[in-house]
């Protein structure tokens, strides 16, 4: 982000913020919602821990494809094609759930 000015670097900084870790807050209800809350500290420290490791690993793997490439196109195709299978994988991990039976009274 370029920002011509300090008020605009104060609202980019302030918007990266809010969006950037309101992706957490999901996170963690998916998780509780899937894992069920007995595990849950577990479950979210041990994905937050592979979140963090791959975004560094991804980070300094982009770099060294750079260099060796001088081109970003190399590792964009890469991350689209790993992203696709995630969201495959995802959708299989989803089960519906039963609705509940109507209730008579």
């Known amino acids: 982000i370029y920002a011509r000015g300090l008020l605009a670097f104060y609202v980019a900084v302030v918007l990266v913020s809010v969006f950037l870790h309101g992706g957490d807050t999901v996170v963690i209800k ?9 595990s849950l500290g577990f479950i979210v420290g041990a994905t937050s821990l592979a979140w963090r490791a ?5 980070a300094y793997l982009a770099g060294v494809f750079f260099d060796i490439t001088d081109s970003y196109t190399a590792i964009f195709a890469i991350a689209a ?6 969201f495959i994988l995802t959708i299989f991990t989803f089960k519906k759930k039963p ?4 209730v008579s009274g």
């Open 30 to 38: 998916v998780l509780g919602d899937l894992f069920g809350l007995r």
């Open 54 to 58: 791959g975004a560094s690993a991804g």
């Open 81 to 86: 094609v790993a992203m696709f299978i995630c």
């Open 99 to 102: 609705s509940p039976a109507p």
